[in-house]
């Protein structure tokens, strides 16, 4: 269990996002051809209803040429709405009353992403992964590496959670400050460290959490290869009683995570996020699922591996999309 105090939350922004070009060309036969092409582009929602919807691409045409042969050009199919897949995946997820839960989902092959509600939310435990990417980041700025005190504490803190050695590792970083300067430059826009030595009610959002996730397992990243294994490794092998989260989603052993779980001391009520990268169907994904006034810390468990199987069979637009449930998920940005 985590040391706790409310904090006021941000305003979260959703990430911009580019879209991702695929066309492809059919043979032009004699006198008359066709061509065909897929287009596939981010997708994003900015509240808990809206998505960004795409503008269509020119379709194809087929002008004769001097020669009397026909020209093609290349044709778009529907723009899949990854967003509105994931909301509709999420929206079918029965939340407790008073609980909370957002979602942002990332396919490493395609780059495709999108994301389920704009809240903040603490971070809990999970803000260890951005904890030892800032202090990877802070060595590599000043070319050392890290020191066998500081490999004990990163090894304890993802590993087995183990809060002392967070705290260590935080005032080495220079607490809030020094976190949210790595922050920066990481890409992270709706992220604020905790104050003093509250590191687990640093305030974060889904999407930035993709956006850490990143920089730990993506290829334009600040951090170095050797930095990025040390992360991954890391991640792979989370003690036993540990093994939940979004690990519910991937096939087997096939995930690299860091959960989060602090019961809140002003409400009783529970923080439970879970955040890595699953493989399902032979496809990497990133995965972050935050979720907040859980009754238990058991039922907070059960309600993000239900949305983290969800998200990403939403995502990928799979029957099993969604769970059944009497109520649905009403993400927002209210805070403690």
Request: hydrophobic share 45%; no cysteine; aromatic share 4%.
């Amino acid at each position: 269990m985590e040391s706790s105090r409310a904090r006021q939350g941000r305003r979260a922004r959703p990430s911009r996002r580019r879209p991702l070009l695929h066309v492809a060309l059919a043979s032009i036969v004699i006198v008359g051809g066709t061509a065909v092409g897929t287009v596939y582009v981010k997708a994003q929602a900015h509240s808990e209803t809206d998505a960004v919807l795409s503008s269509p691409s020119p379709s194809a045409t087929s002008s004769p040429s001097a020669d009397g042969e026909a020209s093609v050009e290349p044709v778009t199919e529907p723009t899949v709405d990854r967003a509105q897949l994931l909301a509709d995946a999420l929206a079918s997820v029965s939340v407790p009353k008073r609980a909370r839960v957002s979602a942002a989902v990332l396919d490493l092959e395609s780059g495709e992403s999108a994301a389920y509600g704009d809240a903040a939310f603490d971070t809990a435990s999970i803000v260890k992964v951005d904890v030892l990417a800032t202090l990877l980041l802070q060595a590599q700025d000043a070319g050392r590496h890290l020191t066998a005190a500081e490999k004990t504490y990163a090894t304890a803190m993802i590993e087995n959670s183990d809060n002392a050695s967070a705290s260590a590792l935080w005032k080495i970083i220079g607490e809030a400050a020094g976190l949210d300067a790595a922050n920066k430059r990481f890409g992270l826009t709706d992220t604020a460290g905790g104050d003093g030595m509250l590191w687990g009610l640093t305030r974060t959002t889904a999407a930035d959490q993709l956006t850490l996730l990143q920089q730990v397992f993506g290829d334009d990243t600040k951090l170095s290869a050797a930095s990025q294994a040390y992360v991954q490794g890391l991640m792979r092998q989370i003690a036993t009683d540990q093994h939940w989260g979004v690990s519910a989603a991937a096939d087997r052993s096939a995930w690299a995570l860091k959960n989060g779980w602090l019961a809140r001391s002003t409400t009783g009520l529970w923080d439970i996020n879970s955040i890595g990268r699953v493989t399902v169907d032979g496809n990497d994904y990133l995965l972050a699922v935050l979720s907040d006034g859980n009754a238990t810390q058991a039922g907070g468990i059960s309600l993000v591996e239900a949305a983290a199987r969800a998200a990403v069979a939403g995502f990928t637009g799979s029957d099993g999309g969604s769970s059944s449930a009497s109520a649905s998920a009403s993400p927002s940005s209210a805070s403690d």
